[in-house]
Nanobody, 123 residues
């Protein structure tokens, strides 16, 4: 299983970015995905998660109402739309795949990881 992350970049505060996490390999739609981020000098933290069906989601409190996670099972891709970005959202963002129910905030629950993508929000 491989996860390919795309969509990071530099944006001004208040702007938007969309991150994508495309899964390939011997997989089916029955997996959950979580987005995590790690800022310099900080631990990796859970940002958003979506279960295998795409019907259940979970968000870090500070991104609720600004970020939206969605899952396209026909394309084995998970997107995270990030609106109203703030400088404190600056971090390297990672997606992880969980064969379980998903929505865990513990990164040890995730079985595979994509490469990180840098998101930088300037003030």
């Amino acid at each position: 299983v491989q996860l390919q992350v795309s969509g990071g970049g530099l944006v001004q505060a208040g702007g938007s970015l969309r991150l994508s996490c495309a899964a390939s390999g011997h997989i089916f739609s029955s997996y959950a995905v979580g987005w995590f981020r790690q800022a310099p000098g900080k631990e990796r933290e859970f940002v958003a998660g979506i279960n295998w069906s795409g019907l259940s989601t979970r968000y870090l409190d500070s991104v609720k109402g600004r970020f939206t996670i969605s899952k396209d099972n026909t394309k084995n891709t998970v997107h995270m739309q990030m609106n109203s970005l703030k400088p404190e959202d600056t971090a390297v963002y990672y997606c992880g795949l969980d064969w379980g129910y998903g929505l865990s905030t513990d990164d040890r629950r995730y079985d595979y990881w994509g490469q990180g993508t840098q998101v930088t929000v300037s003030s």
